[in-house]
Protein backbone atom coordinates (compact mmCIF):
# COMPACT_ATOMS: atom_id res chain seq x y z
CA UNK A 1 0.00 0.00 0.00
CA UNK A 2 1.52 3.47 -0.97
CA UNK A 3 1.49 6.48 1.42
CA UNK A 4 -1.14 8.02 -0.19
CA UNK A 5 -3.12 5.05 -0.03
CA UNK A 6 -2.62 5.21 3.51
CA UNK A 7 -3.57 8.58 3.89
CA UNK A 8 -7.10 8.06 1.95
CA UNK A 9 -7.70 5.17 4.20
CA UNK A 10 -6.58 7.16 7.33
CA UNK A 11 -9.02 9.86 6.05
CA UNK A 12 -12.53 7.70 5.16
CA UNK A 13 -11.29 5.54 8.61
CA UNK A 14 -11.85 8.89 10.27
CA UNK A 15 -15.31 9.42 8.27
CA UNK A 16 -16.57 5.53 8.91
CA UNK A 17 -16.36 5.92 12.72
CA UNK A 18 -17.98 9.02 13.09
CA UNK A 19 -20.74 7.64 14.72
CA UNK A 20 -18.34 5.84 17.20
CA UNK A 21 -17.30 8.87 19.07
CA UNK A 22 -21.16 10.02 19.38
CA UNK A 23 -22.32 6.64 20.70
CA UNK A 24 -19.21 6.74 23.30
CA UNK A 25 -20.21 10.15 24.93
CA UNK A 26 -23.55 9.42 24.74
CA UNK A 27 -23.04 6.75 26.61
CA UNK A 28 -20.99 7.88 29.00
CA UNK A 29 -23.77 10.49 29.55
CA UNK A 30 -26.23 8.13 31.03
CA UNK A 31 -27.02 8.48 34.51
CA UNK A 32 -25.53 5.33 36.69
CA UNK A 33 -27.78 3.71 39.22
CA UNK A 34 -27.90 5.91 42.28
CA UNK A 35 -26.38 9.28 40.31
CA UNK A 36 -28.15 12.40 39.76
CA UNK A 37 -29.70 12.69 36.22
CA UNK A 38 -27.84 16.52 35.97
CA UNK A 39 -24.78 14.93 34.49
CA UNK A 40 -23.42 17.33 32.17
CA UNK A 41 -22.56 16.19 28.84
CA UNK A 42 -18.80 15.89 27.66
CA UNK A 43 -17.55 18.55 25.03
CA UNK A 44 -15.31 17.02 22.15
CA UNK A 45 -12.25 18.67 23.90
CA UNK A 46 -12.80 16.78 27.10
CA UNK A 47 -13.13 13.24 25.64
CA UNK A 48 -10.24 14.12 23.63
CA UNK A 49 -8.12 14.83 26.79
CA UNK A 50 -9.77 11.44 28.52
CA UNK A 51 -8.60 9.14 25.77
CA UNK A 52 -5.28 10.76 26.04
CA UNK A 53 -5.18 10.03 29.57
CA UNK A 54 -6.19 6.33 28.98
CA UNK A 55 -3.76 5.71 25.76
CA UNK A 56 -0.61 7.07 28.40
CA UNK A 57 -1.70 4.13 30.61
CA UNK A 58 -2.52 1.38 28.15
CA UNK A 59 -1.32 -1.69 28.58
CA UNK A 60 -1.93 -3.33 25.42
CA UNK A 61 -2.22 -3.07 21.75
CA UNK A 62 -5.92 -4.12 21.60
CA UNK A 63 -7.05 -1.33 23.55
CA UNK A 64 -4.41 1.05 22.31
CA UNK A 65 -6.74 0.37 18.67
CA UNK A 66 -9.66 0.92 20.08
CA UNK A 67 -8.72 4.19 22.11
CA UNK A 68 -7.28 5.61 18.99
CA UNK A 69 -10.14 4.89 16.71
CA UNK A 70 -12.42 6.80 18.73
CA UNK A 71 -9.62 9.35 19.09
CA UNK A 72 -9.69 9.31 15.11
CA UNK A 73 -13.37 9.45 15.58
CA UNK A 74 -13.62 12.71 17.88
CA UNK A 75 -10.96 14.69 15.89
CA UNK A 76 -14.10 15.49 13.46
CA UNK A 77 -16.42 17.46 16.18
CA UNK A 78 -15.19 20.45 16.79
CA UNK A 79 -17.82 21.76 19.30
CA UNK A 80 -19.29 23.71 16.13
CA UNK A 81 -22.02 22.00 14.62
CA UNK A 82 -21.55 24.28 11.42
CA UNK A 83 -17.63 23.29 11.61
CA UNK A 84 -18.48 19.19 11.74
CA UNK A 85 -20.69 19.49 8.63
CA UNK A 86 -18.69 21.50 6.96
CA UNK A 87 -15.54 18.54 7.45
CA UNK A 88 -18.49 15.68 7.33
CA UNK A 89 -18.82 17.37 3.64
CA UNK A 90 -15.54 17.10 2.71
CA UNK A 91 -15.20 13.90 4.20
CA UNK A 92 -17.42 12.94 1.64
CA UNK A 93 -15.67 14.60 -1.16
CA UNK A 94 -12.65 12.93 -0.19
CA UNK A 95 -14.41 9.37 -0.40
CA UNK A 96 -15.50 10.25 -4.13
CA UNK A 97 -12.14 11.69 -4.76
CA UNK A 98 -13.78 14.94 -5.64
CA UNK A 99 -10.25 16.88 -4.06
CA UNK A 100 -11.74 20.29 -5.69
CA UNK A 101 -14.69 20.34 -4.03
CA UNK A 102 -12.95 18.87 -0.81
CA UNK A 103 -10.69 21.93 -0.97
CA UNK A 104 -12.85 24.22 -1.35
CA UNK A 105 -15.02 23.13 2.31
CA UNK A 106 -12.07 22.99 3.63
CA UNK A 107 -10.26 26.24 2.51
CA UNK A 108 -14.02 27.35 4.41
CA UNK A 109 -13.30 25.14 7.34
CA UNK A 110 -10.15 27.30 7.80
CA UNK A 111 -11.20 30.47 7.44
CA UNK A 112 -14.55 29.96 9.79
CA UNK A 113 -12.61 28.28 12.67
CA UNK A 114 -8.59 28.62 12.49
CA UNK A 115 -8.49 28.13 15.93
CA UNK A 116 -9.32 24.29 15.62
CA UNK A 117 -6.41 21.75 14.87
CA UNK A 118 -8.80 19.20 12.44
CA UNK A 119 -9.62 21.60 9.93
CA UNK A 120 -6.26 21.99 9.44
CA UNK A 121 -5.62 18.75 9.33
CA UNK A 122 -8.64 17.58 6.91
CA UNK A 123 -6.98 19.92 4.88
CA UNK A 124 -3.30 18.58 5.01
CA UNK A 125 -4.93 15.00 4.44
CA UNK A 126 -6.43 16.13 1.06
CA UNK A 127 -3.51 18.40 -0.15
CA UNK A 128 -1.25 15.05 0.61
CA UNK A 129 -3.65 12.84 -1.42
CA UNK A 130 -3.71 15.51 -3.95
CA UNK A 131 0.21 15.75 -4.67
CA UNK A 132 1.05 18.59 -2.80
CA UNK A 133 3.19 17.29 0.55
CA UNK A 134 4.61 21.02 0.66
CA UNK A 135 0.73 22.16 1.53
CA UNK A 136 0.19 19.31 3.30
CA UNK A 137 3.25 19.36 5.64
CA UNK A 138 2.28 23.78 5.96
CA UNK A 139 -1.27 22.60 7.18
CA UNK A 140 0.56 19.61 9.35
CA UNK A 141 2.47 22.05 11.30
CA UNK A 142 -0.47 23.99 11.72
CA UNK A 143 -2.46 21.51 13.39
CA UNK A 144 0.41 20.60 15.75
CA UNK A 145 0.84 24.55 16.84
CA UNK A 146 -2.95 23.70 18.12
CA UNK A 147 -2.77 20.56 19.18
CA UNK A 148 0.88 18.53 19.38
CA UNK A 149 -0.89 15.60 20.30
CA UNK A 150 -2.64 15.32 17.15
CA UNK A 151 -2.15 11.61 16.21
CA UNK A 152 -2.87 11.56 12.51
CA UNK A 153 -1.05 15.36 12.11
CA UNK A 154 2.19 13.30 13.39
CA UNK A 155 1.64 10.13 11.41
CA UNK A 156 0.65 12.50 8.14
CA UNK A 157 4.29 14.28 9.10
CA UNK A 158 6.35 11.35 9.41
CA UNK A 159 4.78 9.68 6.10
CA UNK A 160 6.37 12.88 4.31
CA UNK A 161 9.20 12.76 5.99
CA UNK A 162 9.69 8.96 4.77
CA UNK A 163 8.91 9.92 1.18
CA UNK A 164 11.60 12.34 1.04
CA UNK A 165 13.89 9.92 2.64
CA UNK A 166 14.54 11.48 5.91
CA UNK A 167 14.20 8.76 7.52
CA UNK A 168 16.34 9.96 10.72
CA UNK A 169 13.47 12.55 11.36
CA UNK A 170 10.42 10.65 10.18
CA UNK A 171 11.38 8.30 13.42
CA UNK A 172 11.90 10.95 15.36
CA UNK A 173 7.63 11.86 14.71
CA UNK A 174 6.71 7.86 15.46
CA UNK A 175 8.16 7.86 18.47
CA UNK A 176 6.49 11.08 19.77
CA UNK A 177 3.43 9.53 18.58
CA UNK A 178 4.62 6.27 20.27
CA UNK A 179 5.06 8.35 23.39
CA UNK A 180 1.72 9.82 23.34
CA UNK A 181 0.20 6.30 22.51
CA UNK A 182 2.36 3.47 23.89
CA UNK A 183 1.69 -0.06 21.98
CA UNK A 184 -0.05 1.55 18.70
CA UNK A 185 0.58 -1.15 16.44
CA UNK A 186 0.92 1.31 13.11
CA UNK A 187 3.42 3.35 15.20
CA UNK A 188 5.18 0.61 16.15
CA UNK A 189 5.75 -1.45 13.12
CA UNK A 190 6.73 1.95 11.21
CA UNK A 191 9.20 2.64 13.58
CA UNK A 192 10.82 -0.61 13.65
CA UNK A 193 10.78 -0.59 9.56
CA UNK A 194 12.70 2.72 9.87
CA UNK A 195 15.36 1.60 12.48
CA UNK A 196 16.13 -1.31 10.61
CA UNK A 197 16.70 0.98 7.56
CA UNK A 198 18.97 3.04 9.09
CA UNK A 199 21.35 0.81 10.82
CA UNK A 200 21.46 -1.13 7.32
CA UNK A 201 22.65 2.33 5.72
CA UNK A 202 25.27 3.12 8.51
CA UNK A 203 27.00 -0.34 8.72
Avoid at 77 to 95: F, N, V
Avoid at 98 to 108: K, Q, R, V
Avoid at 184 to 199: F, G, N, Q, Y
Amino acid sequence: MTLSQIALAAALAAFAAGGAWAAATTQSEVPQEGQAETVAPKTPADFREELYTRLAGSADSDETEGLVGLLFASYGRTGSDTADLLLERAHKAIAAQDYAAAGHILDAAVAFMPERAETWNARATLRYLDDDPDGSMADIAQTLKREPRHLGALMGMASILETRDKKKEALEVYHRALAIAPHWKSAEERAARLKAEIAGQEL
